[in-house]
């Protein structure tokens, strides 16, 4: 017998956990995490949540530039809701206990790349755990929610077997997910399906999210027939730790916005040649400038400089980077702090319309693993979290509104997971080979800088390693690393598409092939599995810029 619930929540960030909170009030939910429920993208966030919450600030400034940002490519009309919705979301996020840093009795607002004014609410530098601890807290406190953590999905239930066509009353009814611990596969089932899964970050060599980004939520919803859009567009972080003894350490941008300034080995400032904003230009600019220069000087990293800064004011800004980097030898207040760029964020995703729904009945994506149309081309620093927060509350009205009827549909027992005539694993060795190899291709060919050459390689080799992936999955008994590798796999083949697709260089995808925007390019990329390959589709006119 299946898992039974009202609603269905994967994913444990601030997308899942605030919308979980919000739908325990319409009827039981459970949540499937595959970690513990703290491990999430959200809980690894240090620079903070964007808001317009000062009389300094407005919509419209924050509107302009998370438009700028975007390069074009932005749903102006998705950007002003999020933004205007954005200060009813803060307020109750510091209803549920969050505690975001004050100075003297008033928020203390910081400035990161692209913002033109003051509007980061943070918890000095590890404003993500903040918030997980406190949303965690109301969800755990709350009966009508229960955890499944360390349960891995496979994939979305569906009424009906998909066909090669679309069935638009084809309705997703729940998922199957693996207990590592039993090797079982058990089905949960439910009246709606929230994908909260976050990014995939592990699709690269490098990356700065934790090891559970590898994509699920995406890869689920695309086997199951739903579209997604503009997954060319992989933010790099510009600035990761570069240390032998620190994986995935993130260093804020909100260190930039403190005044830290990127150094040359040598000592030599270069942001100022790249762009005007110099060290706080957004992060596409800043991620291209350190890669030039790293491959022009032939440096493993550059050099982020805070000494300019007083010890003190590092201590207590800082606290979680300060003490990070301490523990390895760096002292920040004499120490420039070595850094390159790495993996970030996913702009594109599973496609959505404004409350979240995606075109597959009973299936909703928020947070990262969805596309709403907000980040464009080139996501605005701090922005994530907001949408997160923004969606999360989107859907939970849309399934208010729309209780009564979905309350009448009668789930179906799903059907009992069928292992077919799958073995124990032989050879783990083929699995770890083949996760290197995806995520090396990833690194070398789609990653900073493209071009025609790189990319047709990478399709080559990824189609190779896919054929490979796919005879081993329906061979051998699941486990957490095939899971894992299945869809790291598939999103590679999708990114792959999307960005042979785009003829031009807009926001994070830069191809040295055909190196500036163009106008008749300014559309959105989409991608299902009854296309043969990706599509233009501009569904509502962009605002000119």
């Known amino acids: ?35 513990e429920a703290a491990d999430s993208n959200t809980n690894y966030a240090q620079g903070g949540i964007a808001a ?25 009309d998705i950007v002003r809701l999020t933004v205007q919705e954005g200060p009813a979301r803060i307020r109750e996020l510091m209803d549920l206990g969050v505690r975001f840093t004050e100075r003297q009795d008033t928020l203390d607002l910081g400035l990161e790349g692209g913002h033109s004014k003051r509007r980061i609410l943070h918890a000095g530098d590890m404003t993500g755990a903040e918030i997980e601890r406190a949303l965690l807290k109301a969800c755990r406190s709350n009966g ?37 611990a039993t090797g079982q596969v058990e089905a949960f089932s439910a009246m709606t399906v929230i994908l909260a899964t976050g990014g995939a970050g592990k699709v ?40 032998p003894k620190a994986k995935s350490f993130l260093i804020s941008e909100a260190l930039r916005g403190e005044g830290g300034v990127l150094r040359l080995k040598d000592g030599t400032a270069f942001m100022a040649k790249a762009h005007p904003l110099k060290d706080l230009a957004p992060r596409d600019i800043v991620a291209r400038a350190i890669d030039a220069q790293m491959k022009r000087t032939g440096d493993e990293c550059v050099y982020l400089d805070m000494t ?71 996501r605005l620093a701090s922005n994530s979290l907001l949408e997160g927060c923004v969606f999360a509350d989107r859907v939970f009205r849309r399934l208010q509104a729309d209780w009564e009827t979905v309350r009448s549909y009668k789930v179906p027992q799903p059907p009992r997971w069928n292992p ?49 992936i796919a005879q081993y999955y329906w061979g051998f008994l699941l486990t957490r690393d095939l899971l894992e590798l299945r869809n790291i796999a598939l999103l590679s083949e999708l990114v792959i598409a999307c960005a042979r697709h785009r003829r031009e260089s807009r926001g994070l995808h830069y191809n040295i092939d055909v190196p500036s925007p163009l106008e008749n390019e300014r559309h959105d990329t989409t991608i299902n599995r009854f296309q043969e390959k990706p599509v233009s589709r501009l569904k509502k006119p962009l605002r000119s810029r």
């Open 308 to 378: 300019a800064k007083p010890r003190e004011f590092l201590e207590k800004r800082f606290p979680n980077i300060f003490g990070k980097c301490l523990s390895l030898g760096l002292d920040i207040a004499k120490d420039p702090i070595p850094v390159v760029p790495a993996a970030h964020f996913f702009c594109g995703g599973v496609h959505t319309d404004a409350d979240g729904a995606t075109d597959v009945p009973g299936l909703f994506a928020i947070g990262e693993t969805a596309h709403t149309g907000l980040h464009g081309a080139n």
């Open 204 to 243: 690269y060599r490098y990356t700065s999210n934790p090891d559970i980004a590898t994509g699920d939520g995406m890869a689920m919803a695309y086997r199951a027939g739903a579209t997604l859009a503009n997954l060319e567009f992989v933010q790099f972080h510009p600035t990761c730790l570069y240390h």
């Open 144 to 180: 009508k929610i229960r955890f499944w953590e360390n349960r891995i999905a496979v994939d979305l239930i569906l009424e009906h077997r998909p066909g090669k066509v679309p069935n638009p009353k084809n309705r997703v009814v729940g998922i199957y997910a693996l207990d590592p």
């Open 420 to 468: 077919g005539k799958a073995v124990p694993a032989d050879e783990a060795i083929v699995i770890t080979h083949n996760w290197d190899e995806v995520r090396r291709v990833m690194w070398n060919y789609v990653g900073i800088v493209r071009s025609d050459k790189r990319l047709e390689r990478a399709a080559r080799r990824m189609s190779l390693l896919a054929q490979e």
């Open 52 to 76: 317009v919450v000062s009389q300094l600030d407005s919509f419209e400034s924050h509107i302009e530039d998370t438009l700028k940002a975007g390069a074009g490519l932005c749903h102006e």
């Open 1 to 35: 017998m299946a898992q039974e619930s009202d609603f269905l929540v994967l994913g444990s960030g601030i997308a899942g956990l605030l919308a979980a909170h919000k739908l325990a009030s319409l009827g039981t939910v459970q949540i499937v995490t595959k970690k």
